[in-house]
């Protein structure tokens, strides 16, 4: 996805507007809930080669879907669709690959597969999501629930070593703690950024930072949200802390401090983004152009800053210290597939 407005939806469908003057931004959490599972019994079964994950780089919904992919090994269960960082007027748009169509789909927009499920869709055309590949139609785009199914119902097609990211013992915390990131962080830097009145990014920003302050306090003394392994919360909270200081905290106004001034989410997010599967993923330029390009309303020149430095995501995090196993009785993912690699310069992990 990204948002307009009103939903969670891609900024087009309002024509660059994501505020309402005088009032709070609110989510559209409506979204096509169809699941792919094992028994099938959505219509839509498991089967390797089937479906095409649609995830742009640029979008943080999406991009937790790619690095779930990546972590558990479902590269070649289920293939990767990736359009590029801005959208016209109809929808997301494949203008990374050859003529603009994606190779699989055949399509130039995203909007086309959206409208083989329903020619009336009435919602916005957003990322991730799920197409299948024989009808052409998208299956879901629901993108909390597409995660939870990739770790659960496609357990026969994990690679060897995939991590457990969502453990039935740890499930009701993991629940509680993604309830709070989501509404508080994950949806909070956007209420400050569509705040259409002072008084609803007030209470928006208000919000936001007392939330990442919790979060500052409990990764003080642990090195991961839930138990001692990477987890879905972990992912979650990820997608939103790496692109805080390169477009939350100016474009998006959450500017109380940034992201390397507090020390234990800094750390936190350098230990995720050097552990493989997560900062492989992330490519700052596509997001820096989506967040200052789309949101006219917000930065009528589109001008793309060039800041922030992303050296230091590199540099030592000390985490280690904390205990803890990334994989737990896994093992880290191998190397990024070919062509599915970060373009060179795009992401410190990947120098020109």
């Known amino acids: ?25 609110v989510r559209d959490t409506r ?19 089937r479906y095409r994950l649609v995830a742009a780089r ?3 919904w999406a991009n937790r879907t790619i690095i779930v992919r990546r972590l558990l090994g479902l590269e070649d269960a289920i293939s990767l669709g990736l359009p590029g960082p801005t959208h016209d007027a109809r929808s997301w748009t494949f203008d990374l690959d050859p003529d603009g169509k994606d190779p699989v789909l055949g399509i130039h927009w995203l ?18 999501a799920i197409v299948d590949v024989p009808s052409g139609a998208v299956v ?24 457990a990211l969502y453990p039935e013992h740890l499930r009701d915390e993991i629940d ?9 962080v994950n949806n909070g830097v956007y209420r400050c950024g569509f705040a259409g009145s002072q008084e609803a990014y007030d209470k ?12 500052e306090e409990r990764l003080t003394g642990q090195r991961y949200l839930v138990g001692d392994t990477i987890t879905e919360a972990d992912v979650r909270l990820f997608t939103t802390l ?57 930065n009528p020149t589109q001008i793309v800053p060039q800041g922030p430095d992303l050296s230091g995501w590199l540099s030592p995090h000390g985490r280690e210290e904390l205990g803890g196993r990334p994989f737990g009785d896994g093992t880290p993912p191998g190397p990024v597939r070919a062509g599915e690699e970060v373009t060179a310069g795009h992401n410190p992990l990947v120098p020109v």
């Not at 928006?204 to 979060?215: I, P, S, T, V």
């Not at 805080?244 to 230990?271: I, Q, T």
């Open 1 to 25: 996805m990204d948002t307009s407005q009103t939903a969670e939806r891609p900024e087009h469908s309002q024509g660059g507007k994501y505020t309402t003057k005088g009032k709070e931004f």
């Open 58 to 60: 640029a979008c943080p």
């Open 204 to 215: 928006a920003y208000g919000r936001l930072f007392a939330a990442l302050d919790w979060l």
């Open 111 to 128: 909007q086309e597969a959206y409208f083989k499920r329903d020619p009336e869709y009435p919602r916005g055309i957003t990322v991730p």
């Open 140 to 163: 879901t785009n629901d993108f909390a629930q597409i995660t939870l199914d990739l770790g659960s119902e496609w357990a026969a097609h994990h690679r060897d070593g995939a991590p």
């Open 242 to 298: 790496v692109r805080f200081d390169p477009v939350y905290h100016g474009h998006f106004k959450c500017n109380r401090n940034k992201l390397s001034e507090m020390p234990a989410l800094w750390g936190y997010a350098r230990d995720l983004f050097q552990t493989p599967g997560f900062g492989d993923t992330v490519d700052f330029v596509q997001i820096k152009q989506h967040y200052y390009v789309v949101h006219t309303d917000i």
């Open 176 to 184: 509680r703690v993604n309830r709070k990131v989501f509404t508080e």
């Open 31 to 49: 979204y096509i809930g169809t699941r792919i599972t094992a028994d099938g019994a959505d219509g839509y079964p498991v089967e390797p080669g």
